[in-house]
């Protein structure tokens, strides 16, 4: 792979190519994604690297923003339980 990128220059640093083995497991590395939802996201937005960036920032925003939301209820239903438990 080191030897594609050096004699294709940058353009092969802004596309990914989820057809070889070894760029999908580098761009997975690299993204700090599994290859399965790196192919995922490059079938929505492309193979331009910026558009995958934004598209897994977007994601992980999004899955943060959930797991806050399940985390207050969480604390929503233990401080009920322990109202409960106190009261027993």
Do not use: F
Request: with cysteine; charged share 30%; aromatic share 4%.
């Amino acid at each position: 792979m080191t030897e594609r990128l050096n004699l294709d220059g940058l353009a092969s640093l802004q596309l990914i190519y989820i057809d070889e083995p070894c760029e999908l497991a580098h761009w997975a590395d690299v993204l700090g994604s599994s290859e399965a939802e790196l192919q995922g996201i490059v079938g929505m937005v492309g193979r331009h690297a910026i558009d995958v960036r934004r598209r897994l920032a977007l994601v992980r925003e999004l899955r943060r923003a959930d797991g806050l939301a399940g985390a207050r209820t969480k604390l929503a239903d233990v401080a009920d339980g322990r109202a409960r438990w106190r009261h027993a």
